[in-house]
Structure formats: C-alpha cells, structure tokens
C-alpha cells in the first residue's frame, strides 16, 4: 500500500513537471511573442505604397493604314533596358534634387544614400504586353505622389527617346539647312 502511494505522488510530481514544461513550450510564448510584436510595430517607421500603370498601345493595331507611319515600342524587348535608363544614378539623383529630398548643399553622401534608397523603392514590371506598372514604397506619404509623377515623366521619355530621335531627323530632312 506504501509502495502504491509513493509511486502514484511520482506520477503526479512527474504529471505536473510535464504540465509546467509544456506551458513554458507553448503558453509561455503565445503570451511573450505579442508583446513583442505589438512593441516592434509601434515602433518601426510606417511605409506607404502606391503605383503607376501606364497603357502603351501600338496604334497601327488601332488603325492598320497606320502601319508604315508607326512606330514601334517594343516593350517586351526594351523593358530590361528602360528599368536600367530610368533607374539610373544620373536620373535618381535629379529626382532626389529636384523633389528637395535632400537640403540644399548637402554632402555628395547624403545624395548618394537617398539615391540608393529611392532606388530600392521604386520597381518596374511589364503586366501582359501593353501595360507597364511602377510600384513605389516611401516612409513619407506627402513625398509619394510627386516622386511618383517624375518618375513615369522619366519612363515615359525614355520610352519616346528613339521616336522622339527619329521625328526630329525627319523633321529636319523635310526642312532641310536653314
């Protein structure tokens, strides 16, 4: 009977460790990992996003007597390039400037730090054949709209570049030297 008693106390000594092991496993976390999270989320800076689609429609698909006279944009082809031209330091750094996302005067570093940074925020993806998407993640909400603007201002010449060239040479064949 003595021996029946002190092996059902083991049992239950060894029942209770094992509940007290299992909630430091599995209650004990549940209660910790929130918190934490909740802190971290309070504290980390907010990010914003927002997007461009622009439609580039050939028009000799849209009227085929157009044909000859139309220019082709090869999207599919050129978008690798385009990302490249857009997203380049020259162009990044004019945007950095002209949207004042640095003071006036600042270190060539700091320029360069917001460059990089506006650089791995902004993204170009090709949807289907016609529609090009500029995604943009900023911190600052106010900034997203105009930075955006620039940036498809800057696609867009990019894009239009080899036409542009091409109609300012046969503008100057039909008018000749002045």
């Known amino acids: 009977m ?5 092996q ?3 049992l239950m000594y060894l029942a209770l460790y094992a509940v007290y092991e299992r909630f430091q496993l599995v209650v004990l976390p549940f209660i910790i990992v929130p918190i934490i999270v ?3 989320s309070a504290t980390a800076e907010k990010q914003y996003r927002n997007h461009a689609s622009i439609l580039i429609e050939e028009s000799a698909l849209l009227n085929p007597y157009l044909d000859e006279l139309s220019f082709s944009f090869e ?3 050129r978008i690798d390039a385009l990302r490249t031209l857009v997203l380049s330091r020259n162009n990044l750094a004019e ?3 002209e949207m004042k996302l640095v003071p006036e005067g600042a270190p060539i570093r700091d320029v360069e730090k917001m460059r990089q940074k506006l650089g791995q925020a902004i993204s170009i993806s090709v949807v289907g054949d016609e529609l090009v998407k500029i995604s943009f993640k900023w911190h600052n909400q106010a900034q997203m709209k105009p930075i955006l603007e620039s940036v498809v201002e800057k ?3 990019r894009l239009l570049a080899p036409t542009k060239s091409s109609l300012d040479t046969s503008e100057q064949f ?3 030297p002045a």
């Not at 003595?2 to 002190?6: E, P, R, S």
């Open 174 to 176: 039909f008018f000749g």
């Open 95 to 97: 945007i950095v400037t």
């Open 155 to 157: 696609f867009i010449e």
């Open 2 to 6: 003595i021996l029946a008693q002190a």
């Open 75 to 77: 999207l599919s082809e």
């Open 8 to 10: 059902i106390k083991r």
């Open 38 to 40: 909740i802190g971290l």
